[in-house]
């Protein structure tokens, strides 16, 4: 599975960002996704995670009604969508998928990287 990020820049806070991911390779319906982010001196986080059909979701806390993860499997696309986002989202995102129909949390649990893509919110 080839994974192509992209949609990243520089907003400021409390602006509005799309990621988008395109995979190729595999069939992308049997495929759960999530998308992580990784600031300078932090761990890899998960921040949204979507199963294979797009009928169930994962937020970490810190970007719940913030930041929505969505899916078109007609396009083989992943998207986050990311609302009111402020400095401490800065980071590198990253889309990642795993060759089952349910999703995780976990990076270690994720077979398929894309390349990344920095978001930079400045204050």
């Known amino acids: 599975v080839q994974l192509q990020a992209s949609g990243g820049g520089l907003v400021q806070a409390g602006g509005s960002l799309r990621l988008s991911c395109a995979a190729s390779?595999?069939?992308?319906?049997?495929?759960?996704l999530g998308w992580f982010r990784q600031a300078p001196g932090k761990e890899r986080e998960c921040v949204g995670a979507v199963n294979w059909s797009g009928g169930s979701t994962y937020y970490v806390d810190s970007v719940k009604g913030r930041f929505t993860i969505s899916r078109d499997n007609a396009k083989n696309t992943v998207y986050l969508q990311m609302s009111s986002l402020k400095p401490e989202d800065t980071a590198v995102y990253y889309c990642a998928a795993r060759p089952r129909f349910g999703y995780s949390a976990y990076a270690h649990e994720y077979n398929y990287w894309g390349q990344g893509t920095l978001v930079t919110v400045s204050s």
């Open positions: 390779g595999r069939t992308f319906g049997s495929l759960a």
